[in-house]
């Protein structure tokens, strides 16, 4: 009810008090924290004492929190960590903030798997890992900033992101997921065996090295070993294109051994290719029985 007219004006505190009361009442409903959240919004920010305004920045944030308005609560804790650094609310602006970036990629996932909203949450997150950098919400928070650039094909963002996870938590939750996404992202770097024969092979080796981990995803085991076949197969194509351009220059010894890196690969599609050529210009070809996977 509104006040009567000549009253005296409620002090700030009291007010502060009150919204918080309503927002412990209304934990599953809507009704009771609108009410706080309107309370919140009249009260005098310059009339409280710095505690009460940090109090008040923290209320202000739930509210928005608890009515899923997560940008609007970052955006009231944004500035707080620079603000108030030895702040005894800290780490309750911590846990919001992050739990306002996550809440946005939950919430941007639709039912056909397409994501929305990626801008604000990569915002948000970004800012987190600036200003909170100790955070034991940080393995989460990079783990949904490289989900974001997997999302938006972003693959050398990815690598960065996950690698970065894998630093800091490496023996943590997210480590095949990491590893899976920075090793499928080298493969997808790729254009083909016209890319060059450095990115070709580091995206060997990152497949390679997750290959030989304990996988309990069957998916990302089915697509690690295609994605495994496809890049041999570009490798020993670019080798052969490598090869012919050494012959063409007539320097059969720095063809040879590019000729030669497909006879280790008993199965290798270009095996017959490369011992063609090998005879071509009078070099032996030292094929043997293994792998070089």
């Known amino acids: 009810m509104g006040a009567c007219a000549g009253s005296p004006i409620q002090h700030p505190t009291i007010s502060l008090i009150e919204a918080e009361k309503l927002l412990q009442k209304g934990k599953g409903t809507t009704g009771k924290v609108r009410q706080a959240l309107a309370i919140l919004e009249k009260i005098r920010v310059d009339q409280l004492d710095e505690i009460d ?27 707080f960590p620079r603000d108030f650094p030895s702040s005894n ?7 919001l903030e992050f739990n306002a970036g996550s809440r946005i990629a939950e919430r941007g996932r639709n039912i056909l798997g397409i994501w929305r909203d990626l801008d ?10 600036l200003f909170y950098p100790t955070s034991n919400f940080i393995p989460d928070a990079l783990r949904i900033l490289g989900e974001a650039a997997w999302l938006d094909k972003d693959y050398d963002e990815v690598i960065s992101r996950f690698s970065e996870l894998l630093e800091k938590d490496p023996r943590g939750i997210w480590k095949e997921l990491a590893t899976y996404r920075i090793a499928m ?46 890049t041999l ?16 220059v007539s320097k059969p010894k720095s063809a040879a051994i590019y000729l030669q890196k497909i006879l280790r690969r008993p199965d290798s599609e270009f095996r017959d290719q490369a011992i063609r050529r090998l005879r071509q210009i009078g ?7 293994g792998s070089n996977r």
């Open 120 to 129: 604000d949450t990569v915002a948000i997150l970004e800012h987190f890992l």
């Open 89 to 95: 609310y800290l780490a309750k602006a911590e846990e």
């Open 185 to 230: 992202a080298n493969f997808y770097k790729l254009t083909g065996p016209d890319y060059d024969l450095e990115a070709l092979e580091a995206a060997r080796r990152e497949l390679v090295s997750f290959l030989k981990t304990n996988i309990h995803n069957p998916k990302y085991l089915e697509n690690a070993r295609k994605a495994l076949a496809v």
């Open 233 to 248: 197969n570009w490798i020993d194509q670019k080798n052969i294109k490598i090869a012919d351009f050494y012959i063409r």
């Open 283 to 289: 070099e032996p070809a030292r094929g043997f029985q």
């Open 53 to 79: 305004q940090q109090r008040y920045l923290i209320d202000l944030s739930t509210a928005h929190f608890m009515l899923q308005e997560y940008w609007e609560a970052f955006v009231t804790l944004k500035n």
